[in-house]
């Protein structure tokens, strides 16, 4: 069964850097499209970013992130990163990574009834 275990996260200053990792166990993450999440206080999980599997590369960023936020994977480690740049307080959240469990696996797409096997959830805050 694929599970996806989180790293990264944290505390740091608006303008700050920092680097999430979803890695796998169990299965490899090469035939999934990955997708990241986060879900703030009060409010609904929503998709950040995506990459299709390894054979497509192609990528999506929820327009709040774009610009800041760069999704990469790299498949001898079976993981996938999330690098933040540029951060905000409104990027305050809890993130999650996920695989593609259904519908087109290997496709990208922040649809989150698509998604399952979902890490365990890291604190990203965003403060001075």
């Known amino acids: 069964q694929l599970q996806l275990v989180q790293s990264g996260g944290g505390l740091v200053q608006p303008g700050g850097s920092l680097r999430l990792s979803c890695a796998a166990s169990?299965?490899?993450?090469?035939?999934?499209?990955i997708g990241w999440f986060r879900q703030a206080p009060g409010k609904e999980r929503e998709g950040v970013s995506c990459?299709?599997?390894?054979?497509?590369?192609?990528?999506k960023y929820a327009d709040s992130v774009k610009g800041r936020f760069t999704i990469s994977r790299d498949n001898a480690k079976n993981t996938v990163y999330l690098e933040m740049n540029s951060l905000k307080p409104e990027d305050t959240a809890i993130y999650y990574c996920a695989a593609k469990i259904r519908g087109l696996r290997t496709m990208c797409d922040m649809t989150r009834i698509f998604f399952g096997s979902w890490g365990q959830g890291t604190q990203v805050t965003v403060s001075s």
């Open positions: 990459i299709s599997s390894s054979g497509g590369g192609s990528t």
């Open positions: 169990g299965y490899t993450l090469d035939y999934y499209a």
